[in-house]
């Protein structure tokens, strides 16, 4: 007698593709897109074979083909006609959707994450991080930041998905952290891609000093400015998550940086006093001490108005036209009369 092929129930298919039990079922009526075996005549159970196609059609679906289009790829890649409402294949050689197509496609919000102004086409990032699909995830992140540029990839997509994803897992008891820590380790990945891929920055310049203040664990937002920086081929030290204070002095007498950036995530973990500081930290031989400018990023600040040497920009971009500006000023007065006059 033949063996009887394992067989799961919607339920667990869902929970391991990262979708709902309802999208199944939807796509199951709409598309043809459901087990092939039903037990009992109604209840679905999948098969191996059946959890690959459903895997395909995600595949598809995050990458920005229709799901009508995508069904009928999945449903033909495992060697069954297609469904009522699937698209017809296209033919060979026929180039993947334009952005503009995608855009019109109207995909779910990313798998119940609620993604507010993030954009139709870009919500496949989330709905890849629920699956836990990291190949996916990185795709997606290098297509986009190619694309689109680490600006608008940072300020549009990924902090937007990422303050999704915390907001559910704050609401969920503690469901959905690994796929926080899954998507931040990825976004992180793409980031460093790009600050090691920038060119070299000048060596003669005072870099720029990133640093999260003490009791901030959350260091990714730097990690984007750092990025956007070494693009920009501006030099800069980053030194991350919960510095402490005089850890951080030190690093600026050592450094001697133009400019300090300190991130704070919440107002809990903002401190006027670490800001002060460092304002006051001077370098440099005695009788001619440089202090830094101080840059106090991240919404744990606040809208409060910067004290004298610090400034307080509200997003990367802004902080990246801030940094430059000071950057060329401080770079322009190091130069000497002479070496000016050429």
């Not at 999948?46 to 895997?55: C, F, H």
């Not at 395909?56 to 495992?78: D, F, K, N, W, Y």
């Not at 890849?128 to 930041?145: F, K, M, N, S």
């Not at 990945?189 to 070299?200: D, K, Q, W």
Request: proline share 9%; with cysteine; aromatic share 4%.
């Amino acid at each position: 007698m033949p063996e009887t092929p394992y067989r799961i129930t919607t339920g667990a298919v869902a929970r391991r593709l990262g979708v709902s039990p309802t999208t199944l079922r939807s796509w199951d009526r709409r598309y043809g897109i459901g087990p092939s075996v039903r037990e009992g005549g109604r209840h679905r159970r999948w098969a191996p074979e059946d959890i690959a196609m459903l895997e395909e059609m995600c595949r598809l679906t995050t990458s920005g083909v229709p799901p009508a289009e995508a069904a009928g790829a999945a449903l033909s890649r495992a060697g069954r006609p297609p469904g009522a409402g699937t698209a017809p294949m296209p033919a060979a050689g026929t180039p993947p959707p334009t952005a503009g197509a995608r855009r019109r496609r109207g995909p779910g919000s990313g798998n119940g994450l609620r993604l507010g102004d993030v954009r139709q086409e870009f919500r496949g990032l989330a709905r890849a991080a629920v699956r836990l699909d990291g190949p996916t995830l990185d795709e997606l992140l290098a297509d986009l930041v190619a694309t689109h540029g680490l600006v608008t990839a940072w300020e549009e997509v990924m902090a937007p998905t990422l303050h999704a994803v915390g907001r559910k897992w704050e609401s969920s008891d503690d469901r959905y952290v690994e796929v926080e820590h899954l998507l931040s380790w990825h976004i992180s990945t793409a980031l460093r891609r790009i600050t090691g891929n920038a060119p070299s920055a000048a060596l003669e310049a005072a870099p720029v000093l990133l640093s999260c203040v003490p009791d901030e664990p959350h260091s990714l937002p730097l990690e984007a400015l750092a990025a956007g920086l070494a693009e920009r081929g501006l030099p800069m030290r980053m030194l991350g998550a919960a510095v402490p204070a005089e850890a951080l002095k030190a690093a600026v007498r050592r450094v001697g940086p133009s400019a300090v950036v300190l991130w704070s995530q919440s107002r809990h973990t903002a401190s006027h006093a670490v800001a002060r500081l460092v304002a006051n930290t001077g370098f440099g031989i005695k009788g001619a001490r440089t202090h830094p400018l101080v840059v106090l990023a991240g919404p744990g600040w606040g809208h409060r108005t910067a004290a004298p040497g610090m400034l307080c920009p509200v997003s990367l971009s802004e902080a990246l036209d801030v940094l430059t500006r000071h950057c060329a000023v401080v770079s322009a007065s190091s130069i000497a009369p002479d070496e000016a006059d050429g």
